[in-house]
């Protein structure tokens, strides 16, 4: 299925080349590729906490129960960016209940699971293409919430979905191995309604985007974060009348 096409920079920052890409959904054929995709992105990462690695089993069999994979190709056909979405149902992995989202609401839920890009087409904001995609392929199924973890130490990231309508909703450690998942990473977990009301803002606490515990804070007080900005890499965090958005 065709989501889309146009023209990329490649090397964007020293010898540019201008490239023609699509944007498609992945089959499962394709799947080892986006996990070598993946592995290539892990490697050259200087801080390996801010990307959780997904093994081909899990995504085989989140592909088998409805997941699907946004992939951005180039013109030789090589996968250059993907974007990983669920629909976790019921399932206690449904990152609702980390939110306190009504649970008449969880069916409607969509996980933002990863999202990846080859290093030599960053800066083409691959990341908000493929979300704008499944934004719009998901909302004609009947599907509301939008929901994923971002890294505390991923700026650019967190900037990125942000800006895109996300709101920061907990703070919390995911993907750990243990009962109380204390060895888990710290992780921002976003959210968006894509049907959501206008409501009065009633306070306004600015904070800085390494602050993690002012934020934590914060947010156990009913505070959302709700802007980000990038020059002075400040969040805006605002308390509403109802502690939704």
């Keep these: ?67 699907r994979v946004i992939g951005v190709l180039n013109s030789r056909d090589r996968i250059i960016a993907y974007r990983y979405i669920g629909f976790p149902g019921r399932d206690e992995r449904n990152m609702g209940y980390d939110i306190g989202l009504d649970p008449d609401a969880l069916d409607k839920v969509v996980h933002l699971e990863t999202t990846v890009v080859d290093p030599k087409y960053r800066g083409n904001d691959l990341q908000s293409l493929t979300l704008v995609a499944a934004k719009k392929m998901v909302k004609q199924k009947g599907y509301q919430h939008f929901i994923c973890t971002v890294s505390p130490h991923n700026f650019f990231s967190l900037y990125n979905i942000m800006k895109n309508g996300l709101k920061i909703k907990a703070l919390k450690r995911k993907y750990g191995s243990t009962e109380d998942g204390d060895d888990g990473l710290w992780r921002f977990i976003l959210h968006s309604d894509m049907e959501k009301q206008i409501l009065n803002p009633v306070d306004l606490v600015i904070s800085k985007w390494a602050n993690l515990e002012m934020q934590k804070d914060l947010i156990e007080r009913g505070y959302i974060g709700y802007e980000i900005h990038r020059d002075s890499q400040q969040l805006n965090y605002v308390k509403f009348e109802e502690a939704k958005i």
Excluded at 16 to 37: A, C, N, W
Excluded at 45 to 56: A, G, Q, R, T
């Design 1 to 67: 299925m065709m989501l889309g096409k146009g023209s990329i920079i490649k090397n964007k920052h020293t010898n540019m080349e201008l490239e023609e890409y699509r944007m498609k959904l992945l089959g499962k054929d394709r799947l080892r590729e986006v996990i070598d995709l993946q592995q290539h992105v892990y490697d050259n990462l200087p801080n390996k906490d801010v990307l959780y690695m997904d093994s081909y089993e899990d995504m085989l069999t989140d592909m088998n129960d409805g997941a």
